[in-house]
């Protein structure tokens, strides 16, 4: 099964989202990251704007059952010319704010630095126009990670300021593990990218 099976006929919105959703619930983490794995670039694009309205939250990307400083692994996959597979690590953070905390895990790390995040929900006051209503938010960055994580370093430092710096990702849900997010860095990109969560007993 792949993303390009699933959208044959994806203007159907009513029929194709159902679709796609409910398959990739039914299949196990191994099958359902392999899915993920395969997207090509016009598949997350056409998810992307297939799943305008269906919303992220802090629960999807790290369920209440997991304790705050816990880390929940993202597995994810971009548009990019190169170095497509990363990791999202998140985490609850251990205070009142609702946030989660986290970082990029990729294999360009020793040079763009761990690109640290703090996710959370829109202010609509002041961002009238984001494209979803949460976001992995590279202006800020965490005041405290698990232990076992890289240095907390600015986004700015290293080449990371040509990769984090003044990035925000906006997020739209496609299924319980699964989501789709785009770049924007003052203005939207054309860099998508999927994540797809790995629970503890997968």
């Known amino acids: 099964m792949t993303f390009r099976t699933l959208l044959l ?10 679709r796609i959703t409910e398959a990739l619930d039914r299949l196990d983490h191994t099958t359902r990251l392999l899915m ?3 997207a090509t670039p016009a598949d997350q694009k056409a998810l992307w704007d297939l799943y305008e309205g269906d919303e992220a939250d802090a629960e999807h990307f790290v369920p209440s059952s997991v304790d705050p400083l816990v880390e929940v692994i993202h597995h994810g996959k971009n548009t ?6 990363f990791q999202k690590r998140f985490c609850r953070a251990d205070d009142e704010s609702g946030e989660l905390w986290g970082y990029n ?11 640290y995040y703090v996710a ?24 405290r990670k698990p232990e076992g994580w890289p240095e907390i370093i600015p986004n700015q430092a290293k080449l990371g300021r040509f990769v984090y710096a003044g990035m925000k990702d906006y997020m739209r849900k496609i299924s319980e593990h699964v989501s789709v997010g785009r ?16 629970d503890k007993e997968s």
């Open 36 to 38: 993920v794995q395969a």
């Open 120 to 143: 959370h929900e829109v202010d609509r006051e002041a961002d009238k126009e984001a494209p979803s209503a949460y976001v992995i938010n590279y202006t800020r960055i965490p005041p």
């Open 9 to 18: 006929g994806h203007h159907d919105e009513e029929h194709t989202k159902p």
């Open 80 to 85: 990019l010319p190169a170095h497509n597979f």
């Open 183 to 198: 770049a924007y860095k003052g203005k939207v990109t054309d860099n998508f990218f999927m994540l797809c969560r790995e």
């Open 105 to 115: 895990h990729q294999s360009l790390s020793w040079i763009t630095g761990p690109g």
